[in-house]
């Protein structure tokens, strides 16, 4: 089987009876999306497979031994990257480690962040376009904690390495976040 169908499977199961945020969205949408930005930027089967898989050892019952049997090191190690480490820390602790995590992170990992972030980004700008500035009240920190930590992960992204999907993201994130509330 095809590691990219493989990836759909597992990830369908993984995330089964999983929503997005406060929606009736099944959650399976949210990696989907993100394996299918990096497969139209051109990124080969293993990093969109690991975006297909991105938040599976963050969000459910799969470890890492599990992805790396299933999948091999170098798509386990892209998810790992993808993950918080300690989800009992406070939001801020957890947000500030993902920034300086990313600066030095692989190229592989970043992208796969940046598809991540690009796909959350267009999710809470169309949101936004249904139901205004309530969106905000679906997040643990509102609008002005989201725009710290997206700009901070977008200059993370951008220290040493620059890309088509970055590129989007920071056209999406001065888009939701513009000074004028936002232009969506």
Known sequence: MN?????????????????????DIPYITHPVAVGIMLMKAGYGDEIVAAGILHDTIEDTLLTLADIEREFGKRVARIVEGCSEPD???SWEKRKQHTIEFLKSASKDIKAVVCADKLHNIRSIINDFEQIGDMVWERFNRGKHDQEWYYRNVIESLDYQSNFRLLDELKVEVDRLFSPSGTEV
Do not use: F, G, P
């Not at 493989?6 to 999983?18: E, G, M, T, W, Y």
């Open 87 to 89: 989800k009992s820390l």
């Open 3 to 23: 590691i990219i169908e493989k990836a759909l499977q597992v990830a369908s199961r993984a995330h089964a009876d999983q929503y997005r945020k406060h929606t």
